[in-house]
C-alpha cells in the first residue's frame, strides 16, 4: 500500500511556510504523495449539488466555504521545489477550466500525477467561461487525448470538437515516460469507463458519510472497471486504485464506527481490507485548523499505521 495525504487549501495551514512545512514533513516521513485540489473562485452563491456531503451544500460540508481556494498547478510548482521524493498530485484538476495545450506544457515535470475530473460547479464554469457545463465529460475525454498527443508525439495532430492544433512544436517532452500518470477521480459510470479507457489509476473518494464507498461497492466497481478496460484492450491488472480515505481521528470513537477512525489496530485493519479489495493507494486527510497539529497528526499515522502495514 501507497499512502498520501490532503494538502490544506485553507487558513493558517495554506500559508505558504506552514504548507511548505506540511509538505517537507511528508516527503521525510516518507508519504507516496501529497494532493491538492482544484478550484479557481466561488461564486458567493452555490447552487450546483456538493457530491461529496450529505445536504449536497459545500459551505456545510466545510470545503472551504470562505472561497479560498489557492491556485493548483502554482501551488504544486512551488512545492516541487522544496520537496525532493513526494509525488505531486493534482486531486483532482477540473480539465475543462485550462486551455489544454498551455495545461499540457505546465504538467510536464518529473514527479507530477495528473488527476482529472470532470468538475461539478457549474456556476465556476460559467465565471471563467470554460466549455459547456452539460459537455464537460466529452471536453474531458478530449482533452486529455490531447495532453497525451502533445506529450508523446514528435509531431502533434490534434482534430477534436474542443481543441485543434497542427504544425507545431512542443518541447520539452514531459520527463515522465511516456507521460504523467493519470488518475481519473469520480465515482460515476462514466468516470470509471474514463479510467478503464484512458486512466493509469482510478481515483474515486471513500470513507465519508455521502460516500462510504465500502469494500462490497468498491469491489463490484472494480469488476465494471474490469470489464470496461478488456473492452478497451487493456490489461485490467496495470490500472491502480486509489481511494482518498479521510483519517477522521485516532483514539476511540464514539458510536458506530465508520471507516479510517479509532486506534490504530482498527485503522491498519481497515487498510488492510482494502487492500485485499485490490486499492493501491490510501490517501489520508490529516488536515486541521493549527498547522502543527496536522504535521503531529501525519507524524502519528507514519508511526502507527505506515510503519506496520
Known sequence: MEYGFYLPNSGASAEPDALASIA?????????????????????????????SLTGDILEAGQSGDGEWPEQITSLAYLAGITEQIKLVTSVMIIPYRNPILTAKMLSKGRLILGAGVGWMEEEFELLDAPPFAERGAVTDEYLQAFIELWTKDDPVFDGKYVNFSNITFLPKPVQKPYPPIW?????????RRAARIGNCWHPVGAIPAAPLEPEELAENLVMLREYAEKAGRDPSEIQVSVKAPLYDSGNSSGPRRRFIGVADEVRQDVQTYADVGVTHLIFDFRTAEPQQTEDRMAQFSEEVMAVT
Not at 184 to 192: E, F, L, N, T, V
Open 184 to 192: 481519473i477521480g469520480g465515482q460515476s459510470k462514466p468516470a470509471i
Open 24 to 52: 517537507k514533513q511528508g516527503d521525510r516521513l516518507g508519504f507516496y504523495c501529497m494532493v491538492m485540489p482544484d478550484h479557481i473562485l466561488q461564486p458567493n452563491k452555490v447552487d450546483s449539488t456538493y457530491p461529496y
